[in-house]
């Protein structure tokens, strides 16, 4: 009884276990043990043959289970005579086959006497004579492979026997050692049972870490969330004010360029006139001179003379406006630092977090302490639970169990040597059979000579015959004893398979001991009521042991629970409301936050006032665009080159070409630097175009965002801080919420698992009775009794074969006197009396006839007095007396027997008596 609950306290001592990472950064992982113990059992390549031998034990017992009989039996306190009908019939198939047995057993001794003393007897073939048959051939050739066929099979039952032998000559070592891996695992699972229980209290440690940790770093995670939550609302807000700062800033410069520009284009356009008068005054001084009256002057005179009308500077260029206005405007504006008022607004919303940090110092201390307590209440949780008791209790009993296990080990080796021996020999006597049979049939067969008569044959042949009559011998005296071996082995075989293994493999054998008050009158369920004391409660050995075999724990396994619940010592929300409730007496004060400040709202109107949305920018655009002046100065001087190559050589040839050189230079001195001062005009209007551009409009827009958004920070941002409180409450709840859980499931399910346990009960059962014990020795007796059988027909055979092959001491033979030779029939007569006269050599023969007043006999005298023998009596009395011992008779028969051939005679037969 101790034992036995010794191992069901002991159900799942192993396994590791790995939690499902629903918290951040946490991952519990109980410590992995490793366990010498295989789950898994394999025969190998014999597992065949065992299942050869289930088949053959399922037509010999072909029944269920008897579970109703097996419970009658056990209610009755194990008395036979209350079950004996059902036993009976259920054993009918084992019954019979032990009758069949016994009366093997009884009668093959009884057999072997009769046909010794008849065998003495002349009788039962043991007369050393054979009548010649027409068959003959034919029979000796079918007798040989009938004996050939059946040792063979008996054979394969000898190797059957053997490979049982083999398979169990070392299984009390091997059982010892598989038991002493079972042992070790189990020891090792008692103790590593607290070190698990330890790191599951150690663990609260880790997670007790990550929440101070998240504590510590509230600022970020509660401040950071709250700043997180405003930032889509706030951030777009000031940059929109940030970059109409830096708008404000850039206006101010474009103007001013542009400024500067205007004039510069209003100046430079005053002196490039002035600069084109001059040269256009000179030139028509030059054009007036005497030179030109010459009449192939004058055409070029007229010609430069009226292109002289365009050199004159474009007047739009003096029209451009001044800036000054809008550019004081702009000044106005920026007398206040608007950029520097956003970066305020940002500091005060990104000061956020530090604000927290400061207001949340107290409450966390509290928190902090309160976890310290709530991890010594997980501790003395952990500490009351019952498995560290119940295995205290076990391992107490392991040095009991262990060394009780050793003594019968000890015994049982000894028993399986003994049993071994046994079994090597009676494996060995029918192997001895077969090989007489074997060699008696190698010595026939390859010895036999068909032209030698029965008297005739050879050496070979005859040892042939002798060692098959051996054999018979062998057979009458051993197999009745190994038939007792087998008997004996067949019985407890058959029965131990088909009610320990095969109701073990199906799980039947858990059913009936599941069977409510079977075990104990008073218990409804006797697992339950042994280990909890509490026998109503649905615990059954079915249950128990597939769960072990799933390696769940320990705990859910035997139903502790309703011996400690942990559950309700480890209930998440006894333990996390207090923490809950003072994260929600956080009181954080956001309060002061200014975005933007009355003085930087007035900056953003007095710049949509500024009057930089007014300005024609397109007309500017368009002014600035146009040349300053009204001609390309540079094709006019080459133009002008041209025209005075033209003229012959004199003062207006040369004042042509030094006006042209002239207005080459005033382009390049004046025109080039004014069309460069264009381009900077265009590019500051288009930026102040694209500022202007709808100014009003979003200066409006940001002040209502602005005004937005600082309503939404004094008014709801409680809301908002709530929220985020209860989500990082949420979040170091969740830590030991998920801690707890774990707790839980390691408790209830995977802490001190089944599966050594499971694993040691299949050792005992599954691999050591059924596979080292049942079905070796099934396999023993089916090979052994199945070559013991066949041997009853193979000895029946080997008489009957080995008179074909020993050497004859008489033979029938008949004479063809048509011919003039001797001829031997094939058909025998009933009242032969001589030997053939064909097997006496001549000499013989000469000596015989000689003379019949020898002293002593010669070989035909003994030949012929070796046939008297067989002269039937009839025979005998129609042979005249005789007077004279010494004087030979004649018998003279002409009349042919009935099996003798037509037109043959006996042979005259002289004999003395």
């Not at 189990?186 to 070190?195: K, M, S, Y």
């Not at 009226?306 to 500077?313: A, F, M, P, T, V």
């Not at 949420?730 to 707790?743: G, N």
Request: proline content about 5%.
């Amino acid at each position: 009884m101790a034992l036995l609950f010794g191992i069901l306290l002991l159900l799942g001592l192993c396994g590791n276990i790995i939690s499902e990472n629903t918290s951040e950064a946490l991952d519990y992982e109980l410590p992995a043990s490793e366990y010498e113990t295989e789950d898994t059992y394999s025969p190998g390549p014999i597992s065949v043959l065992f299942e050869m031998v289930r088949i053959f034990i399922y037509i010999v017992q072909p029944g269920e289970f008897p579970e109703d009989s097996i419970r009658k039996f056990i209610r009755n306190k194990f008395e036979v005579s209350a079950v004996y009908d059902e036993i009976a019939h259920y054993e009918i198939g084992v019954i019979l086959c032990v009758i069949l047995g016994v009366l093997f057993i009884i009668l093959l001794p009884v057999v072997g006497c009769i046909f010794a003393i008849c065998r003495c007897c002349n009788k039962c073939g043991g007369k050393m004579h054979q009548r010649p048959k027409e068959n003959a051939p034919y029979q000796r050739r079918c007798l040989a492979i009938s004996l050939l066929v059946i040792c063979v099979l008996v054979s394969i039952g000898i190797i059957y026997g053997f490979a049982a032998n083999h398979h169990v000559r070392h299984r009390v070592r091997t059982s010892q050692k598989l038991i002493d891996s079972n042992l070790k695992d189990l020891r090792t699972l008692v103790n590593e049972a607290p070190q698990q229980i330890d790191y599951i209290v150690d663990q609260f440690n880790t997670t007790k870490e990550k929440a101070f940790l998240d504590l510590d770093n509230i600022h970020s995670l509660l401040g950071g969330g709250i700043l997180e939550r405003l930032k889509p609302k706030v951030i777009p807000v000031l940059d929109e004010i940030q970059v109409m700062a830096k708008a404000i800033k850039e206006t101010k410069v474009a103007l001013e360029n542009m400024n500067q520009n205007f004039k510069s284009l209003r100046d430079g356009s005053q002196q490039l006139s002035n600069s084109l008068s001059a040269v256009k005054q000179n030139m028509q001084n030059s054009l007036q001179g005497p030179e030109c009256l010459l009449p192939q002057v004058s055409d070029i005179c007229k010609n430069i003379e009226s292109s002289l009308s365009q050199l004159e500077g474009n007047p739009e260029l003096s029209k451009l406006p001044s800036m000054d206005t809008e550019l004081q405007n702009i000044n106005n504006v920026l007398r206040n630092d608007l950029d520097a008022m956003v970066q305020k607004g940002y500091q005060s919303f990104n000061d956020i977090p530090k604000r927290v940090q400061v207001q949340t110092t107290n409450i966390v201390a509290e928190i902090k302490k309160l976890l310290n307590t709530v991890g010594s209440k997980v501790k003395d949780a952990t500490k009351d639970i019952p498995i560290q008791k119940s295995l205290s209790e076990f391992n107490s009993h392991m040095d009991e169990i262990e060394k009780e296990i050793k003594q019968k080990l000890h015994r049982a080796e000894e028993v399986d040597s003994y049993w071994w021996l046994c079994s090597l020999i009676s494996c060995f006597l029918l192997l001895l059979i077969v090989i007489f049979f074997y060699l008696g049939l190698l010595c026939g067969v390859y010895g036999y000579d068909k032209h030698a008569t029965p008297t005739t044959r050879g050496f070979v042949s005859n040892t042939g015959g002798i060692f098959l009559m051996v054999g018979v011998g062998f057979c009458f005296l051993f197999c009745w004893i190994v038939m007792i071996l087998v008997v004996l082995s067949f019985v407890p075989g058959v029965n131990m398979e088909k009610l320990i293994c095969e109701p073990y493999a199906n799980g039947k054998i858990f059913q009936i001991l599941d069977t409510p008050y079977l075990l104990n009158k008073e218990w409804k369920y006797y697992i339950s009521g042994m280990v909890l004391k509490k026998p109503d409660i649905e615990l059954t050995f079915e249950q128990i042991y597939s769960d072990c075999k799933n390696n769940r724990g320990i705990y859910s396994t035997l139903q502790l629970e309703n011996l400690f619940n942990i559950s309700e010592s480890l209930d998440i929300h006894k333990h996390t409301d207090d923490i809950n409730n003072r994260l929600e007496r956080l009181d954080i004060k956001l309060g002061g936050i200014v975005l933007l400040n009355e003085e930087g709202k007035n900056n953003l109107k007095e710049f949509s006032n500024s009057g930089i949305d007014n300005i024609d920018y397109d007309t500017l655009l368009a002014q600035s665009k146009t040349s300053p002046g009204k001609v390309n100065l540079v094709s006019f001087s080459y133009d002008l080159d041209t025209k005075a190559d033209r003229l012959p050589p004199g003062q207006l040839k040369q004042s042509m070409k030094s006006e042209a050189q002239t207005l080459r230079k005033i382009h390049q001195d004046q025109v080039l630097p004014m069309e460069r001062t264009q381009v900077d005009v265009q590019k500051n209007i288009k930026i102040l175009q694209r500022t202007s551009g709808g100014l009003k409009e979003k200066v409006t827009k940001i002040l209502q965002s602005l005004d937005s958004v600082q309503v939404f920070i004094t008014n709801d941002i409680s809301s908002v801080i709530v929220e985020e409180t209860k989500k990082f409450a949420k979040k170091i709840l969740r830590y030991f919420e998920h801690y707890l859980e774990w707790v839980e499931l390691a408790v209830t399910e995977k802490m001190v698992p089944c599966k050594p346990v499971a694993t040691a009960v299949d050792s005992a059962f599954k691999v050591i009775l059924c596979g080292f014990i049942v079905d070796p020795l099934n396999l023993f007796w089916f090979g052994l009794g199945k070559a013991t059988f066949l041997l009853l027909p193979a000895l029946i055979i080997a008489v009957k074969l080995a008179k074909h092959y020993r050497r004859m001491e008489s033979e029938d033979v008949y004479e063809d006197m048509e011919n003039g030779y001797h001829k031997a029939h094939p058909y025998g007569i009933h009242n032969a009396v001589m030997p053939s006269l064909q097997t006496i050599p001549p000499e013989t023969l000469e000596n015989g006839n000689a003379s019949y007043d020898e002293p002593q006999p010669h070989a035909l005298d003994k030949a012929i007095m070796t046939s008297l023998q067989t002269i039937p009596p009839e025979t005998l009395e129609t042979i005249p007396p005789e007077t004279d011992e010494t004087a030979p008779k004649e018998i003279d028969e002409t009349e042919p027997t009935e099996t003798g051939a037509p037109g043959s005679k006996k042979i005259s037969l002289q004999y003395y008596f």
